[in-house]
C-alpha cells in the first residue's frame, strides 16, 4: 500500500498533546476548519492518531461499509465503559443478531402507544410552568424526554427518586465520555473529582439496569414497553435463543442516554432558533393552531404537522448531537482514493458535513423550508444525523416523532423568549452537543393565553 502518511496533517500540532488543546478548547471551530487541508485529515489525539473524513460521499462510504470501517476508536472505546457490546456498540460481528433481535421493539406498529406516552409526559411538564417563568431550558427538556424514555423502556414502574438519579446520571456520563475520550492512561485513572464522579455514575446506571431486568424476569409480565419487546424476542435464525440479560442491559443503558441527552438537545435547540426567528415561529404557530386546536399534539396529527418536523430536520442538520464519532478499520483498505491499513482510528463528524456550502445553500442559516418536500432536496448523504447503513440509530423513528409531538406541544401553549441580554447562546460540546447556559421565558398563548388573563 501507498504510505498512509500522504494523508495531511492537520497544522498546529503541539507536542505530547498534539491537537488535544484545540479539541478541548474550540471543538467545532477545529471541525470547521479540517476540509481546507484535504478530504482526509490526519490529528492527534494526544498518542493517538484520527484520519477525520471530511469529504461527505466518503463520510457515506465509510457508514455504508460498516464491516471495514467498524465501531471503534477513542469515542467508542470510551462509550463500550458505559454500553459494554449492546445494539449502539457493539462490532460488526455481533449487530446483524442484535438487530434483529431488537428491530420489533421499534417497529412502526408500536409507535401511536408510544406517542400517547410522548404527549402524556410533555403535557405533564409544560403544565407546570407559570407565565413569565424564567426557564433552565436544556433541564426542562430532559425532564421531558427521561420522563418520556423512562415510560417507554420500563412503563410507570419506575419511581420518582430512581428516575431523577438515572437522570443526574446520564448528564454525568455524557460529558464524561467527551473528557475521557481525551484522557489516556494513567490519566484516565485518576482519582480525580471528574474520573470519580465518572465512575460512580457508570457504576449506578449499570446497577439500575440490571436490577431492573432481574425484576422483570421474577414478573414475566408484559408490560407493552421496550423492556417486555426486549425479554420476549427470540431470532429464528440462531435457534429461537433470545437476549442475555448483559444484552438487555447494554441496550437499555444505550437507549436511557442517547434517549434522553439527544433529544432534549434537539429541543432546546430548537425553541432557541424559533425565538432567534419570529418570522418562522409566527408560522409555527399558526400550523399548531390550526392542527391542535389547543390541545396537546398527537400521532394522527404528526402528517400535518409539516413545518414542525422541518424544523426538528433543521435544527438536527445545525446541531447534531453527536457531532465527532469514530471508527477503526478492520483490514488493509481503500477509503476513495487514499489506502488506510488495518488498525486506522477513523472520525466522522455530522457537524461538519452538515455545514458544507456544496450541499447546503447558506449553510450556516436556519431555514427550515429548505426541507420542504416541494423543493429539490439535498443529496442523500447531506444530513445524518443518525448515521446511515446498517448502523444507522435503531431509533431515529422514535427520536423524530418524540421531537416534533413535543414541540408542537409546547409551542402550541407557549412561546419561549431570551432574557434581555442573554440572546448568544453557544454550543456544550459533550457526547452531544446541548445549548450553554439557554435560559428563556415563558409566555402564554392562545386559549390558554385567554383562561391565564382571565384567573
Known amino acids: 500500500m501507498r504510505d498512509p502518511q500522504s494523508i495531511p496533517t492537520a497544522p498546529h500540532a503541539w507536542p505530547l498533546i498534539g491537537h488535544l488543546g484545540s479539541l478541548v478548547r474550540a471543538p467545532l471551530a477545529f471541525m470547521r476548519s479540517l476540509p481546507a487541508h484535504g478530504e482526509l485529515v490526519r490529528i492527534r489525539m494526544g498518542p493517538v492518531q484520527v484520519v477525520v473524513i471530511c469529504d461527505p460521499g466518503l463520510t457515506r462510504q465509510a457508514l455504508v461499509e460498516d464491516r471495514v470501517f467498524d465501531k471503534g476508536g477513542p469515542f467508542w472505546d470510551r462509550g463500550r465503559e458505559v454500553l459494554g457490546d449492546g445494539l449502539a456498540s457493539c462490532p460488526h460481528g455481533a449487530h446483524r443478531r442484535l438487530r434483529r433481535l431488537a428491530q420489533p421493539a421499534f417497529h412502526p406498529d408500536r409507535l401511536p402507544g408510544y406517542a400517547r406516552t410522548m404527549t402524556a409526559r410533555t403535557e405533564e411538564v409544560t403544565s407546570s410552568w407559570t407565565p413569565g417563568q424564567v426557564l433552565d431550558v436544556p433541564t426542562e427538556m430532559m425532564t421531558i424526554t427521561s420522563r418520556v424514555t423512562a415510560s417507554a423502556l420500563f412503563s410507570d414502574s419506575l419511581p420518582a427518586a430512581e428516575l431523577g438519579q438515572l437522570v443526574s446520571d446520564v448528564k454525568t456520563i455524557t460529558h464524561g465520555v467527551f473528557q475521557r475520550m481525551f484522557l489516556f492512561p494513567p490519566l484516565d485513572r485518576l482519582p480525580t473529582p471528574g474520573n470519580r464522579a465518572y465512575l460512580r455514575a457508570r457504576t449506578r446506571l449499570r446497577h439500575a439496569c440490571e436490577l431492573i431486568i432481574a425484576e422483570r424476569r421474577a414478573d414475566d409480565t408484559d408490560h407493552g414497553d421496550l423492556l417486555s419487546a426486549l425479554l420476549a424476542a427470540r ?101 476513495g482514493r487514499h489506502p488506510l491499513p488495518a488498525g486506522t482510528n477513523i472520525a466522522y463528524s455530522p457537524y461538519l458535513i452538515h ?58 401553549r407557549w412561546s419561549l423568549k431570551h432574557l434581555p441580554g442573554r440572546q448568544q447562546v453557544h454550543p456544550a460540546p459533550a457526547a452531544g452537543l446541548a445549548p450553554r447556559d439557554l435560559q428563556m421565558q415563558t409566555t402564554p398563548r392562545g386559549d390558554f393565553g385567554s383562561a391565564v388573563n382571565q384567573v
Request: glycine letters at 4%.
Open 235 to 335: 431470532d429464528p435464525e440462531d435457534g429461537d435463543r433470545g437476549l442475555s440479560d448483559a444484552e438487555i442491559s447494554d441496550t437499555i443503558a444505550a437507549f436511557l442516554v442517547a434517549g434522553t441527552e439527544t433529544t432534549a438537545s434537539v429541543l432546546a435547540w430548537a425553541l432557541d432558533l424559533l425565538a432567534r426567528h419570529p418570522e418562522i415561529e409566527q408560522r409555527l404557530h399558526a400550523e399548531v393552531d390550526t392542527v391542535l386546536h389547543g390541545a396537546p399534539a398527537t400521532h394522527t396529527d404528526l402528517p400535518r404537522l409539516e413545518l414542525t418536523e422541518r424544523v426538528i430536520t433543521e435544527t438536527l442538520r445545525l446541531y447534531s448531537p453527536a457531532w465527532f464519532v469514530t471508527r477503526t478499520v478492520t483490514e488493509n483498505t481503500h477509503l
Open 355 to 412: 455545514r458544507r456550502s456544496d450541499l447546503h445553500t447558506d449553510p450556516e442559516t436556519f431555514a427550515p423550508d429548505r426541507w420542504d418536500p416541494k423543493r429539490p432536496p439535498p443529496p442523500r448523504y447531506a444530513l445524518i444525523p443518525f448515521a446511515t447503513g446498517a448502523r444507522k440509530c435503531i431509533g431515529d423513528a422514535f427520536a423524530m416523532t418524540e421531537a416534533t409531538l413535543a414541540l408542537a406541544t409546547i409551542t402550541a
